[in-house]
């Protein structure tokens, strides 16, 4: 039975679940349950706190987890990251009061705050700059500064609202871009339950970034067309019972879909029509 680490709270946590769902597993209704067999698909799932699912994986125990990508270099765990999942992005930057330090390098010998020791440690590491403390604080990190714990802090970033309102500016260059990601143990063999669940989860990337359109166009026109709608690999060309017309289908990013039907029309195209993919294989 192939045995997957999911996120039990958090930003990862709901649509992890919702993926999973689409890619066809049973999920858990009450968060208080920790483990699920789905025996129609031959899965246990774990679900447990995401900072500890790279260690679970990387130790052997759990052959597959969905964590963040911050988490999993974080750890320092024997774990690797084989499918970028799309969701639960974040930017992982240093910040300071004005002034403080244009990039990494004006780091040396000053004090940093995180909840991510680990990945500062190695990226300060990687440009040759000595902290002369990294220290890990849980929560709201910005508060290190005004305490006197520390002279900089890095921390997640969306708008970066909340650290100009504590009197901090951001500088230099992303310490990280993070998302959601499938993690397994480093060096595992190949599995065919792991491959297995690896395609269902690339079907639902598939199914939520493209649609399917078909559409027709005069036979002359086809290969202007083609150019246009290329698909993954190649789409379906077919003679229409209307003399010197050609059927097309189709797949196209959704959301380029609009304007490929504004092209599509300006060339002759007719009948276009677009539907949601709900379940794709690659």
């Known amino acids: 039975m192939l045995r997957i680490a999911v996120p039990n709270k958090g930003s990862l946590s709901g649509p992890a679940a919702e993926m999973l769902h689409e890619a066809?597993?049973?999920?858990?209704?009450d968060s208080k349950e920790l483990v699920l067999v789905d025996t129609d698909n031959n899965v246990e799932f774990f679900f447990l706190r995401p900072r500890d699912i790279a260690v679970y994986v990387g130790s052997g125990r759990l052959d597959v987890g969905v964590t963040g990508r911050d988490l999993l270099l974080d750890s320092g765990a024997e774990a690797?990251?084989?499918?970028?999942l799309g969701f639960a992005g974040s930017t992982f930057r240093f910040a300071g009061p004005v002034g403080t330090a244009k990039d990494v390098q004006g780091l040396q010998g000053l004090r940093v705050a995180t909840s991510y020791p680990g990945l500062v440690r190695r990226h300060l590491a990687e440009h040759g700059v000595t902290a002369s403390a990294v220290t890990r604080l849980d929560g709201a990190v910005e508060t290190a500064i005004q305490l006197g714990v520390a002279d900089v802090i890095a921390d997640v970033v969306e708008t970066g609202t909340t650290l100009r309102n504590a009197g901090l500016e951001i500088f230099g260059e992303p310490i990280l871009e993070s998302d959601a990601v499938v993690i397994r143990p480093k060096g595992a063999s190949e599995d065919?339950?792991?491959e297995q669940f690896l395609r269902r989860l690339q079907g639902v990337l598939v199914a939520r970034r493209y649609?399917?359109?078909?559409?027709?166009?005069?036979?002359d026109r086809v290969g202007a067309a083609v150019a246009l709608t290329p698909g993954l690999e190649s789409p379906t060309v077919s003679p229409l019972h209307r003399e010197g017309?050609?059927?097309v289908r189709s797949m196209v990013l959704r959301k380029e879909a609009q304007r490929i039907m504004d092209d599509?029309?300006?060339?002759g195209a007719r009948a276009i029509l677009v539907t949601n993919i709900h379940a794709c294989r690659l």
């Open 264 to 267: 599509l029309w300006a060339i």
């Open 211 to 219: 649609v399917l359109m078909d559409y027709d166009i005069p036979a």
């Open 24 to 29: 066809g597993y049973r999920q858990r209704k």
């Open 245 to 247: 017309w050609s059927a």
């Open 192 to 194: 065919a339950r792991v």
């Open 80 to 84: 690797e990251e084989v499918l970028a």
